[in-house]
């Protein structure tokens, strides 16, 4: 079983940063593709950024040039780098790990909440 920790969410204010991280507990080196998600309050789930397999990533129009994806295979982690965050950041943000493209199983944690204040 795939079992996906996240860590680093918190408080900050408008402007800050904020950096995640999703642990897997299994190797990410050859995973499909691992993304970041968030939900607030009275929303549906949403696609805020994705990394894949060879390194292409992408992003929601409402976080291009603020937050940035990056992946460490050695430490079978996965990161998202938040900047200039905003009041509408605010969410639990959940990383979501897809092993093949083939599939839709896939394995979600259990979020971690990020509250931007004005």
């Known amino acids: 079983q795939v079992q996906l920790v996240e860590s680093g969410g918190g408080l900050v204010q408008t402007g800050g940063s904020l950096r995640l991280s999703c642990e897997a507990s299994?190797?990410?080196?050859?995973?499909?593709?691992i993304g970041w998600y968030r939900q607030a309050p009275g929303n549906l789930r949403e696609l805020v950024a994705a990394?894949?397999?060879?390194?292409?990533?992408n992003y929601a129009d409402s976080v291009k040039g603020r937050f940035t994806i990056s992946r460490d295979n050695a430490k079978n982690t996965v990161y998202l780098q938040m900047s200039s965050l905003k009041p509408e950041d605010t969410a639990v943000y959940y990383c979501?790990?897809?092993?093949?493209?083939?599939?839709?199983?896939?394995?979600w944690g259990q979020g971690t909440q990020v509250t931007v204040s004005s």
């Open positions: 979501k790990l897809r092993p093949n493209g083939f599939s839709s199983v896939a394995y």
């Open positions: 299994v190797s990410i080196e050859n995973i499909y593709n």
């Open positions: 990394i894949f397999r060879d390194g292409n990533t």
